[in-house]
């Protein structure tokens, strides 16, 4: 037998003779690959599956556990917008469900406690990744707990009902990444409370209602340059001055006050907030000093779309300042001392949508100023008072029948 050259090479093979190896070799590393490529494809969506199901089983165990001390939550699909229906399917494919759970591609959005075991559930809801609403009740938390709340990465919106917090806890909620939305319910807030909110970054809304606050707790508000709505409610040491501290917001869009003692010297710090949309001004029993002379500098509120000045003594010069704000979808003098006469300075409202003139002194002769504006859709009225359903069904208005007081316009019919 002839040897092989010592350089060790090798003699071609036919292509005959290499063929079937050859193919045998291609064929299974594409059928490798081709396996590979199934498992990958295969392998994604149950990778998405597994992931949303994992979430759901740890989300369930903590709502098992709020639930067996009395508190509630929302998913986001029973949210729409401010409304939660309950009556909702959950999201995803049927099936899937089925197989995996209801609650799959659900997700825990608010939650809501009671005072049983707070302070225990609280670091528990840092297992629900989406919550974004809470509220506390009454009970005092412990530094645990409020360490856990200021490190939920999505939580936007807080209501501490009664809640007993330390100013220092109530600066190390207030550095919650995102919170947009805080209200405090309850005489155990104080100014001391409010200077820990002042370093709030992202704080667009507050509510304070029944706090023992005064001025010098508002001036710890205004330092919150990102405000855009207040609510402030029964807090009898606040004063004008206050007030006029909270109108340097530059982003102010609403302002709602409810049972403070003001006079007409807050009004034309008010009337400043060029971008005021809302305004609310409630309940003159405390609050006996606003005037007509004090409404008119509202005149300077070009942006304003919602107006309640009640029930306070006002007359028909303020209708007149009114009637100037052509952009006022909703007026709300009830109380006032408002006559027909004043009325027809609000014919020029052609974006006027709702109006309560309750308690007040317009008769039906009054009612043919608002039969000219044909945006007028709710008409909120005493019928004891001068006003007659005749009368008002005269200018296009019928009754509700789930709220007496209440008329709204007589659509016309078809064809006409």
Not at 96 to 104: A, K, Y
Not at 123 to 141: A, I, K, M, V
Not at 359 to 374: C, E, F, H, M
């Amino acid at each position: 037998m002839r040897p092989w050259p010592r350089f060790g090479i090798q003699p071609l093979m036919s292509q005959s003779a290499r063929k079937p190896g050859f193919l045998v070799h291609r064929w299974y590393r594409y059928s490798v690959q081709a396996l590979l490529a199934l498992i990958l494809v295969i392998s994604l969506p149950l990778g998405w599956i597994g992931r949303d199901y994992f979430r759901s089983q740890q989300e369930q165990q903590v709502v098992e556990l709020i639930y067996q001390h009395g508190g509630r939550v929302v998913y986001d699909y029973q949210l729409q917008g401010e409304n939660i229906v309950y009556e909702t399917d959950p999201p995803g494919n049927e099936m899937l469900r089925q197989w995996f759970g209801d609650l799959l591609y659900a997700r825990v959005v608010v939650v809501a406690l009671t005072s049983d075991g707070a302070n225990e559930l609280i670091p528990q809801l840092s297992r629900l990744g989406y919550l974004r609403d809470l509220t506390l009740p009454q009970f005092s938390l412990d530094d645990r707990a409020a360490e856990s709340i200021a490190r939920f990465g999505r939580l936007h919106y807080l209501t501490l009902a009664n809640t007993r917090v330390t100013p220092e806890q109530m600066q190390r909620i207030a550095q919650t990444k995102h919170l947009k939305r805080l209200k405090l319910y309850g005489d155990q807030f104080t100014d001391a409370h409010l200077a820990g909110i002042a370093s709030c970054r992202y704080l667009q809304r507050i509510e304070i209602d029944g706090a023992t606050v005064s001025d010098a707790g508002l001036r710890q508000v205004a330092k919150v340059s990102t405000l855009r709505s207040i609510r402030l409610s029964q807090l009898p040491q606040v004063s004008d001055q206050g007030i006029t501290t909270l109108c340097t917001l530059p982003q102010l869009e609403a302002l709602f006050l409810t049972s403070l003692p003001l006079t007409d010297r807050c009004l034309p710090a008010i009337a400043r907030l060029k971008r005021l949309q809302r305004l609310a001004i409630r309940d003159a029993s405390s609050m006996p000093q606003i005037t007509d002379q004090g409404v008119a500098h509202l005149a300077a509120l070009r942006q304003l779309e919602s107006l309640e000045l009640t029930p306070c003594p006002l007359h028909d010069d303020s209708l007149a300042t009114i009637g100037s704000l052509r952009n006022l979808r909703r007026v709300d003098l009830a109380g006032s001392q408002i006559t027909d006469a004043g009325l027809r300075h609000l014919r020029e409202l052609d974006s006027l949508h709702s109006l309560d003139i309750a308690q007040t002194n317009v008769t039906d002769a009054g009612l043919s100023s608002l039969a000219a504006i044909p945006s007028l859709e709710f008409l909120e009225v005493s019928l004891d008072r001068g006003i007659t359903v005749a009368g008002l069904r005269k200018v296009g208005f019928r009754t509700n029948s789930i709220q007496h007081s209440l008329f709204y316009r007589q659509k016309p019919s078809v064809g006409h």
